[in-house]
């Protein structure tokens, strides 16, 4: 886009006042940057900011708003065969949440100067990533009622502190999010909830999705902090304000008794409760398939990219269409003027 | 996808219920200014989180550059009298 037409909501890359004469005095920006992330301060789109701060917002963002897009696919799965008419009410409303999420973290990308075009195409090419957890496929109906119970509650333990993040649009966005959440987190719960005091069969449709939800879900919150490569300087950013593993166990915490509630069990042995350290401890995670399915190896990784891009290429033709007849529009209307 | 079809950058504002101003919420794509609507009451008022919308294309919109933020705003900053807190009054006289 050229700078001229550069929207006000975009980042400019190089700031006019600093490049004076071409020599750039990048240590004032920088001080008054690292300032207002000190004093807690937002960093809005067109103010100046360290091109890794820039790199780091435009990956985590894009792979948030890929995720949201990607994550409708195991849910709508089921849309069709909602087993009544509440139900399938209830999933429809969730999974178009979800195409706004996206909506709003692209829109959040593009004020760092990101194209939406290029996001997808990443994306498309597998440049990019998304969570992994969406590579699991959904097998039966109560698959439905554990992604929006463990897997939505997960993604809200870990976009709570981002309704903080230092860069503005991104905080905004997640403030949104948030609000819409709750909702998709108690859906699945009820959902659990039903099947769970319903007959022995559905008790134990309930008890295995919960089985095989668990475990990537713990997995959500990222490698160990002792393997986690980006996390210290999105800390100082204030991009991140918890580490991977608190957030994990703040989930963890949240969940037991919740599972209690529910009449199911989590499946970790050696789950329990540490008087000493006030939380619970936890089994091992297997890393060893979270690296897997981020590789691409997951059950479902051909699947939802196949899908995505055959809907981009399906969808071609509408788009195509819509530009052409506002063209026509406005060409029409300076005929008249 | 080529760049030349992608749809342009609305910036969506939304009036959350009378007696308010319109907010801005946030932008969207959108081939020409009534998709934009319709895209921006899908996108941003699936709650009631409005009763009115306006969309204006993100690149007609002038904006103050954030690099001359002191010296532009600088001229309200010594001008104190301007706020009724800068003038002493005696205690008890009412309604002033
Ligand atoms: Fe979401
Ligand atoms: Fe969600």
Redesign the interface.
Known sequence: MATA??????APHK????AVDGAVDTTVLESAFDAAVAADERI?P???MPDAYRATLVRQIAQHAHSEIIGMQPEANWITRAPSLRRKAILM?KV??EA?HG??LY?AA??LGA???DL??KLHSGRQKYSSIFNYPTLTWADVGAIGWLVDGAAITNQVPLCRCSYGPYA??MV?VCK?ESFHQRQGYELLLALSRGTEAQHAMAQDAVDRWWWPSLMMFGPPDAESSHSEQSMTWKIKRHSNDELRQRFVDICVPQAESLGLTLPDPDLKWNEERGQHDFGPIDWSEFWSVLKGNGPCNDQRITQRRRA?EEG?WV??A??A??AK??ERKEATA | ?T?S???P?W?VFVRSRRGLSHTHA????A??AE?ALRNAR??YT??NEGVSIWVVP??E???S????KDSFFEPSADKPYRHPTFYDIPEGVKHL
């Not at chain 1, 037409?5 to 975009?10: N, Y």
């Not at chain 1, 700031?15 to 600093?18: E, H, L, Q, R, S």
């Not at chain 2, 550059?65 to 001359?68: I, K």
């Open positions: 037409h550069q929207p006000f909501t975009t700031p006019a006042a600093a809005e067109r103010d100046w409303a178009q949440d706004g909506l709003y829109s593009e004020t194209s939406r075009d997808l195409d905004r966005a949104r819409e981009h071609a788009r195509e819509a530009a007849y506002a529009q406005s | 996808m760049g079809t992608e749809w950058l910036e946030g932008s969207l794509h081939p020409d998709m899908d996108l699936r709650r993100s690149a919109i002038t904006a550059s954030p690099d001359e």
